[in-house]
């Protein structure tokens, strides 16, 4: 499963999926990579995936059903 997913975020990344954002009510902000995930900004700004080199998963879990990643990624220079 580990290597599925760590595939699939390759691909979304070379596909330089868009990144957007919104607000919720309450002040958090939502990050949503284009149809595929959203989530609570996790402090990576970046306008679509492609901005993103050496993107890392080193810690993959599966917790009450839900798979939780940690990431490391750095700004590509362009």
């Known amino acids: 499963?580990?290597?599925?997913?760590?595939?699939?975020?390759?691909?979304?990344?070379?596909?330089?999926?868009?990144?957007?954002?919104?607000?919720?009510s309450d002040g958090r902000r939502v990050v949503h990579l284009d149809a595929l995930h959203s989530a609570p900004c996790g402090g990576t700004h970046v306008r679509?995936?492609?901005?993103?080199?050496?993107?890392?998963?080193?810690i993959l879990k599966v917790k009450k059903g839900r798979i939780r990643v940690s990431y490391t990624a750095a700004h590509r220079s362009r």
């Open 48 to 58: 679509s995936l492609g901005d993103l080199a050496d993107v890392v998963l080193p």
């Open 1 to 24: 499963m580990t290597a599925v997913l760590r595939a699939a975020v390759a691909g979304a990344v070379a596909d330089d999926l868009p990144v957007s954002a919104r607000y919720l």
